[in-house]
């Protein structure tokens, strides 16, 4: 080992440092307490934007109407929540739930690190995006409200105070949004350097686990999809502050181009959030079936296609905005071929079930329940992606139904399976699987009665973001759909208790976990659960893939990672297959 | 899912409806055929009734064609799809036929303003009128619109012609439509413009000849309408 | 000892990886200047097609200083230039070097941050704001972000100074290079500033 670097001589060394309250759980610098912050702020914010949910829904389903709790809604109101409740979820609660909080844990455990590469600048862009988090609530607060110009923020109603009469708000949410970008971007140096450069002996890039794959990738799309939003975000600013007119057709700006800088971001950020969701369903699949993952160098070439295609299809958010019609065949073409890597991706994992030994875990069930609701977000996918089609669908519940299909599968779906999973290493406690079960249940059932009425009443032409609809006769027809919708999400929401009450219960009460609960290969089942400082009590050394499992040839159904060969391989060809160098 | 289209009023919207049909069908396959193998494995495969899991690595190319094949499929219905939609989109919004009546169509935070060009056919004379939130079409007529918007970004949404395209403020944009059934039909607004948004509420009248002739004839007067 | 006889061929592999051998501060500087070329690709292309799309720019643009953006555009290439020199002078070990020519390289930075005020102030006094129309809404926002990278750069090659003083550069001495990394870098947005604002 004649590259050992700073990371393997720390290994070994193992001193638990003492340091007070304030550095040891507060500005730590250890990747495990920062990825804990980065559950807990989305957990938070989760709150913030579930209530906002309840509010739309509730005001959707029995129009101006006392919403317990809260009081009436008022139009200029809806428009503000709805656009904080994008926010809050993409932006707060997605991105800090995948990436900030399974990404931090997992990476550096995962490749057999101590930490990550650089553990100050790790606590730093969490903190970055607290200050992001308190600037986006402190919107609330400011005179006329939060920004209310939608998630999208379109300008020029975006640009201009006298559009929407919110003055600060929305400046307060761009400087919001901005730094949350800034902070994940400083999240992205640690997810690259540490995935690429403190692997343990043994860990090739083809040996790593999907997770860190999809943690890889997801940074790198959001790292070359954000710039130009940012810049965009400074010009907006400068639209509101200083009153130029980049994006105000008055003195020659064009209102186009903001839409064109969001969609190049907006859509690799779908994956960026969406890719992880599968990088946990990938992980969790092939240890409750104990089969490998089917096909591991063609999921990984598929992501990566996913990955590239993300960056020319984002004028499919634009087919209808008066950008030029011939752009838009290209884009539709493009577009309806993501399909064939998000194919490969479904296709994979529903192969690695045939044939499996499946145990229906909470964690297991939340990765398939994920999987199968995925499906519905994709094939809606082609209907929004044809732009003839599109003429009618944009804008409509449709979209709203198509993108939940999307995000929450793989964001929550995918993070909660990754909860029930991880949850034994993180907190050092096994969760109740009764209570796991009980939540699955809910959310799955709930989730999909809130979100296939909104499919019907988009195919209805209900047109999304409308405060109420009882004006349009055309839409009367629609409005029971929105009263099941309604009922469901409070259904989803108080589906969420059990999942409360078994996260602090398990917390204080749960069993004990032992190092390797559920017989997984990856390396942070190798360790203690929790994982001490310094995570690993000897070097690492990595011998295999991360999915070997139920291999006939092998003495058990699992083989982890850095477990050394049972018997010295006779000449002539091992009987260990040593996939990860074919 | 089909059964909750609205009705459909325009030349183009058949072929919309026609496309919807297609990609469901296309779609619903895969879905079902989806949904059902991933519910037959959790079935099956449940460690109750599977002592031995198969080990199979997916890798090797008759692995990989499990799962290689089924996406070449779904790659050429991608391609098939495209082809039908960028017909589709081609019609509504490349091809502008002849036009048999004008009409401009402004958003404005939170009505549309339809102007017709009057009885002589020409927009920017003293006998323009602008209506708000009515906008009035001849049946079986093709109806050429400029769309604009005086303030933010508004969507001319009218779900039974199956047409949309947004108002952009420092552009105007051209399109089309013929009505194919007289009757009143709804406007809406499908980009969010504000807080009066939801009201943003507009009314499609398409007439028979006969009455077509007799609202213009009541907006712009007898002898006026004649020299149309 | 099955362990220690596997062991090799699985280091073996790992030693093939390319990514490896690249020092974690390079990854970082780069990963960090490849989404500031994303930022400021954003603001080129948003020019370029603005410009594109609607004539009169030119002469906006005729109002600007052209002698004065090249006198800067030859005094940022020297700060480049006296930027390697010091990062050669910390590989030869040698000390005076450092010092002379990191100072070199913030009194260039410096002259080019006055050069720049100078023209601010001759372009307000002509009646020229960020208000004046997209070319100045664009130039004045381009070149002010520029100069605030440009500031940033030399409070980096300041601290590099102050350890070079100090003499605890030797120990840290990948941090010159790194920030020449991010030297040359703003050096290279404004060789695209250049020609794009002041020259066409």
Known sequence: ?582 | MLTWLPQNVSTFGGDVDHLFHIIYYITGVWFVAAELFLFYCLVRFHKSRQAQPLYARGESSSQAAWVLVPVLVVLMLDLGIDKIGGDVWHRIKLELPPAGDQVHVTGKQFNWEFTYPGPDGKFGTADDQTIENELHVPVGTVVRFELSSKDVIHSFFVPALRLKQDAMPGRTIKGWFEATQPGTYEIACAELCGFGHYGMHGVLTVHTAADYQRWVQSTWGAAKAAAK | MGASAHAPTAVAAVNDDAFKDIARGRIAVWWFLASEIMVFGGFITCYVLFRYAHGGWEDAARHVNWKLGAVNTVVLLTSSLTMILAHHAVKVGDKQGVKTFLGLTIALGLTFLVIKGFEYHAEFAEGFTPLSGLFWSFYFLMTGLHGLHLLVGIIINLSLLVMALRGTIWACGDRVELGGLYWHFVDVVWIFLFPLLYLT
Request: aromatic share 16%; proline share 7%; with cysteine.
């Open chain 1, 1 to 582: 080992m004649a590259t050992a670097t700073p990371s393997e001589i720390r290994v070994g060394a193992h001193h638990e440092p003492h340091l007070g309250f304030l550095r040891s759980y507060v500005f730590s610098v250890d990747h495990k307490v920062i990825a804990k912050q980065y559950l807990g702020l989305s957990l938070f914010m989760a709150l913030l934007g579930g209530a906002a949910a309840y509010l739309i829904r509730w005001q959707l389903a029995w129009p101006e109407t006392y919403v317990p709790g809260w009081g009436y809604v008022e139009p200029q109101q809806y428009n503000a929540i709805i656009t904080m409740h994008g926010t809050i979820m993409i932006f707060f609660v997605a991105m800090p739930f995948v990436l900030g909080a399974f990404g931090n844990f997992l990476i550096p455990l995962m490749v057999g690190a101590d930490d990550m590469a650089f553990p100050r600048l790790n606590m730093m862009s969490f903190w970055t995006l607290f200050v992001g988090s308190a600037v986006l609530i402190a919107s609330f607060f400011v005179p006329a409200g939060p920004a209310a110009g939608g998630w999208t923020a379109y300008a020029p109603l975006s640009a201009r105070p006298i559009y929407t009469g919110v003055t600060w708000g929305q400046n307060l949410w761009l400087i919001a949004v901005a730094i949350e970008f800034a902070s994940f971007l400083m999240g992205g140096i640690n997810f690259l350097t540490t995935a690429l450069n403190m692997r343990v002996p043994g860990m090739t890039l083809w040996r790593l686990p999907m997770l860190v794959w999809t943690e890889l990738i997801a940074a790198v799309l959001f790292m070359l999809s954000v710039g130009p939003l940012i810049a965009g975000a400074f010009m907006l600013l400068l639209d509101r502050i200083a009153g130029t007119s980049f994006f105000v057709p008055d003195k020659g700006g064009d209102p186009l181009l903001w839409q064109h800088l969001f969609w190049f971001f907006g859509h690799p950020e779908v994956y960026v959030v969406g890719l992880p969701g599968f990088g946990i369903m990938m992980e969790i699949i092939p240890v409750f079936s104990r089969k490998p993952l089917y096909g591991y160098k063609t999921i990984v070439w598929g992501m990566i296609a996913a990955g590239v295609l993300s960056f020319v299809v984002w004028a499919h958010h634009m087919f209808v905005s008066g950008i030029d019609p011939r752009l838009a065949t290209p884009f539709s073409i493009t577009t309806i071929l993501i399909s064939v890597p998000f194919a490969i991706i479904v296709f994979s994992l529903l192969v690695t079930l045939w044939g499996g030994k499946i145990e229906l875990t909470s964690a297991m069930l939340f990765a398939v329940g994920g999987l199968a609701t995925f499906i519905i977000g994709g094939v809606t996918g082609i209907f929004l992606g044809s732009a003839g089609l599109d003429v009618y669908l944009h804008g409509t519940y449709f979209v709203v139904a198509h993108f939940h299909y999307t995000l929450m599968p793989l964001a929550i779906f995918g993070g909660f399976a990754g909860l029930y999973f991880w949850f034994p290493k993180m907190f050092g406690r096994m969760m109740n699987e009764t209570l796991g079960r009980i939540h699955f249940l809910a959310t799955f059932i709930c989730f999909n009665c809130v979100f296939i009425p909104l499919f019907l009443a988009g195919v209805a032409g209900n047109p999304r973001r409308i405060y109420e609809m009882s004006s349009y006769d055309f839409l009367k027809p629609a409005q029971p759909l929105h009263v099941i919708a309604t009922i469901a999400t409070l259904g989803l929401l108080a589906g969420q208790i059990p999942f409360i009450i078994n996260f602090f219960m398990s917390l204080v009460r749960g069993r004990k976990a032992e190092r390797n609960p559920w017989h997984a290969n990856t390396l942070e089942w190798c360790t203690d659960s929790p994982p001490p400082h310094g995570n690993f009590s000897q070097p690492m050394v990595v011998y295999r893939d991360p999915y070997e499992y139920g291999n006939p040839d092998a003495p058990k159904d699992w083989m982890a990672q850095n477990e050394p060969p049972a018997a010295p391989a006779p000449l002539g060809g091992g009987q260990i297959r040593r996939t990860g160098t074919r």
